[in-house]
Nanobody
Framework: QVQLVESGGGLVQAGGSLRLSCAAS????????MGWYRQALGKQRELVAA???????NYADSVKGRFTISRDNAKNTVYLQMNRLKPEDTAVYYC??????????????WGQGTQVTVSS
């Protein structure tokens, strides 16, 4: 079993910055893609940013140029640096990891979520 634990959320004023971290623990030999999703009140969960094991990244259009995703494979940790935050970035942010389970199969795991609130 794999556990994902997020940290780094909080309350920040518009224009400010926050850095989210997500550490994976358990019996892990490797992790495929890792990503950050968010869910605002009354809205569907959406992809914010993702990164492959090789370091390729993709971002939601709404965060391009403001957010940066990175990972430390040795620590099984993914980060999300969020700059120039806007009130519309307010949401619960969830970490996601795709972990190989044998052959071509993999399991998808979610963290418990961390609240990010941006005040205007």
């Amino acid at each position: 079993q794999v556990q994902l634990v997020e940290s780094g959320g909080g309350l920040v004023q518009a224009g400010g910055s926050l850095r989210l971290s997500c550490a994976a623990s358990g019996i892990i030999f490797s992790i495929n893609a890792m990503g950050w999703y968010r869910q605002a009140l009354g809205k569907q969960r959406e992809l914010v940013a993702a990164i492959t094991s090789g370091g390729s990244t993709n971002y939601a259009d709404s965060v391009k140029g403001r957010f940066t995703i990175s990972r430390d494979n040795a620590k099984n940790t993914v980060y999300l640096q969020m700059n120039r935050l806007k009130p519309e970035d307010t949401a619960v942010y969830y970490c996601n990891a795709d972990v190989p389970s044998g052959g071509w199969a993999s399991n998808n795991y979610w963290g418990q979520g961390t609240q990010v609130t941006v005040s205007s």
